[in-house]
């Protein structure tokens, strides 16, 4: 089905370990977006890219990095992995600057021991 | 961004309607009002948007305040499968991003 597809679904790191996760959308949409959510608490934005070629910072930039590879993939990465970032990341996408609603992928849940 | 007010949760009956209330007093005349509900253990989903006017679609309905300080998403006959958090967002439409608030949890009972 076409959507938004996020890997890995659960992922263990230990204190100050890196990693990436990975998002890809197949609807050519322009706008990317990764969230994170905490048990019992709404969805946060972490960064957001309006377009191929730029990314901005959202809520809760603090500790992450992202790239915009191409207008299909954006991907985050922790690059020293920290207890606080454990949470459940959703990686989103949307056109028209997302009047028309967002898609959102099943979400990758992150441990960090 | 505009913020959102919400009941943190509300009961309802399998088969009967629900009224899902929002309000939005601070709203722009360019902000949009979007609704998004999100099931257990998925990403978030979306519902309904509008402006002015009241929208219909196949998942629910959004009745809009003719002063636009509220709005309330309605569920025209609950399911099991209704049980979520339902959000409700102001979006401005030029570069707007959706910021969620807390939502209000739906449960239903058969």
């Known amino acids: 089905n076409a959507g938004v597809t996020q890997t890995p679904k659960f992922q263990v790191l230990k204190t100050g370990q890196s990693m990436t996760l990975q998002c890809a959308q197949d609807?050519?949409?322009?706008?990317m977006y990764w969230y994170r959510q905490d048990p019992g608490m709404g969805l946060r934005l972490i960064y957001y890219?309006?377009?191929?070629?730029?990314?901005d910072k959202g809520e809760v930039p603090n500790g992450y990095n992202v790239s915009r590879l191409n207008k299909r993939e954006f991907s985050l990465r922790l690059e020293s992995a920290a207890p606080s970032q454990t949470s459940v990341y959703f990686c989103?996408?949307?056109?028209?600057?997302?009047?028309?609603?967002?898609?959102f992928g099943s979400g990758t849940r992150l441990t960090v021991v | 961004d505009a913020k959102t007010t919400q009941p943190n949760s509300m009961e309802s009956n399998e088969e009967e309607p629900v009224h899902l209330p929002c309000n939005h007093s601070?709203?722009?005349?360019?902000?949009?009002i979007h609704w998004y509900r999100q099931l257990p253990s998925q990403g978030p989903e979306y519902v309904i948007h509008?402006?002015?006017s009241n929208v219909n679609n196949r998942m629910a309905s959004l009745a809009i305040a003719e002063d636009r300080k509220s709005s309330t998403l309605i569920l025209h006959r609950a399911t099991l499968r209704d049980a979520a958090v339902y959000y409700c967002?102001?979006?401005?439409?030029?570069?707007?991003?959706?910021?969620f608030g807390q939502g209000t949890e739906l449960s239903v009972k058969p």
């Open positions: 989103a996408s949307s056109e028209r600057q997302g009047l028309y609603g967002y898609t």
């Open positions: 609807m050519n949409h322009n706008s």
């Open positions: 890219s309006a377009s191929e070629g730029t990314t």
């Open positions: 601070t709203i722009s005349g360019t902000d949009y």
């Open positions: 509008g402006l002015t």
């Open positions: 967002i102001l979006f401005y439409n030029q570069g707007g991003k959706l910021i």
